[in-house]
T-cell receptor, first 114, second 117 residues
Framework: SQQGEEDPQALSIQEGENATMNCSYK?????LQWYRQNSGRGLVHLIL?????REKHSGRLRVTLDTSKKSSSLLITASRAADTASYFC??????????????FGKGTHLIIQP | DTGVSQNPRHKITKRGQNVTFRCDPI?????LYWYRQTLGQGPEFLTY????????KSRLLSDRFSAERPKGSFSTLEIQRTEQGDSAMYLC???????????????FGPGTRLTVL
């Protein structure tokens, strides 16, 4: 079953604009990860944020985590055409202890218009 | 390339045939995971290994599916008597974790796309 729900399901913006994607989940987690997937390819890890962290940055990426609302957001600043991809959030559920792998949402499909 | 590798990248088979996929994780990664991804969906967990021990299997993993990691390095996933519903991308990931600890960053391979005719 899929725990995470990304919002929006699809997003189209102009190159140079910022893109924000949201993720909601249901159970208590150890950490939350964001991945990018280009069409038909494998997943590329972007960033991991632990349950005791509230914000994390990596280059043009900014991730926030609100465990009280069970939600996270991924902000991509100054978007580029190469950012066009599907973005997934994935949670490591606390009760699973890693034993159930990561639980992914359905993803947000981001299109950057040149 | 020291990333996760998977072979073959594509497999087309007829219904009822058996198929086997291979995953080579990043060296010294003790955990190895298998996921399945269908079109328009996120990956779904199938099973995972801590070294050579298979510690968890999803209910998605029917009796026709079997996975091994005999020496704690590469892993194989076999599907027997394939069905059209098995058509999907099969993804492998690896990570370094302390026993019983939470999942850490998982690094994914390029996947094997299976088409069952």
């Amino acid at each position: 079953s899929q725990q995470g729900e990304e919002d929006p399901q699809a997003l189209s913006i102009q190159e140079g604009e910022n893109a924000t994607m949201n993720c909601s989940y249901k159970t208590s987690i150890n950490n939350l990860q964001w991945y990018r997937q280009n069409s038909g390819r494998g997943l590329v890890h972007l960033i991991l944020i632990r349950s005791n962290e509230r914000e994390k940055h990596s280059g043009r990426l900014r991730v926030t985590l609100d465990t009280s609302k069970k939600s996270s957001s991924l902000l991509i600043t100054a978007s580029r055409a190469a950012d066009t991809a599907s973005y997934f959030c994935a949670t490591d559920e606390m009760m699973g202890g890693g034993a159930d792998g990561l639980t992914f949402g359905k993803g947000t499909h981001l299109i950057i218009q040149p | 390339d020291t990333g996760v590798s998977q072979n073959p990248r594509h497999k087309i088979t007829k219904r009822g045939q058996n198929v086997t996929f291979r995953c080579d994780p990043i060296s010294e990664h003790n955990r190895l995971y298998w996921y399945r991804q269908t079109l328009g969906q996120g990956p779904e967990f199938l099973t995972y290994f801590q070294n050579e021990a298979q510690l968890e299997k999803s209910r998605l993993l029917s009796d026709r599916f079997s996975a091994e990691r005999p020496k704690g390095s590469f892993s194989t996933l076999e599907i027997q008597r394939t069905e059209q519903g098995d058509s999907a991308m099969y993804l492998c990931a690896s990570s370094v974790n302390l026993a019983g600890g939470p999942a850490d960053t998982q690094y994914f391979g390029p996947g094997t796309r299976l088409t069952v005719l």
